[in-house]
């Protein structure tokens, strides 16, 4: 796959994950049970997986830096997971 084709699936991917959070995010508001909000926090650690290592080019790079970067958001999402299980 050329890497246009490459950046081109990762920009629709990021795309749809976004139209994805944003239409669960309107159904959260509605009352949805907790399940909706873990979902949206899951698809937030997709998208930034996305980002590092298709628009950043970071699976071709150093692995701290790869972890480091794949590492925050999944830490956040899972504190908040937790929180929001509470």
């Known amino acids: 796959m050329s890497?246009?084709?490459?950046?081109?699936?990762?920009?629709v991917a990021l795309a749809s994950l976004s139209v994805?959070?944003?239409w669960l995010g309107g159904w959260?508001?509605?009352?949805?049970p907790r399940g909706v909000a873990l979902l949206i926090l899951l698809l937030a650690v997709?998208?930034?997986?996305?980002?590092?290592?298709g628009f950043m080019e970071?699976?071709?790079?150093?692995r701290l830096w790869r972890w480091?970067?794949?590492?925050?958001p999944l830490a956040l999402a899972?504190?908040?997971?937790?929180?929001?299980s509470l």
């Open 3 to 11: 890497v246009g084709r490459f950046l081109l699936s990762c920009w």
């Open 20 to 22: 994805g959070t944003v």
């Open 28 to 32: 959260l508001g509605q009352g949805a």
């Open 46 to 53: 997709a998208k930034a997986w996305l980002i590092a290592d």
């Open 58 to 62: 970071l699976r071709h790079g150093p």
């Open 68 to 72: 480091l970067l794949l590492g925050w």
């Open 78 to 84: 899972l504190l908040l997971g937790l929180i929001l």
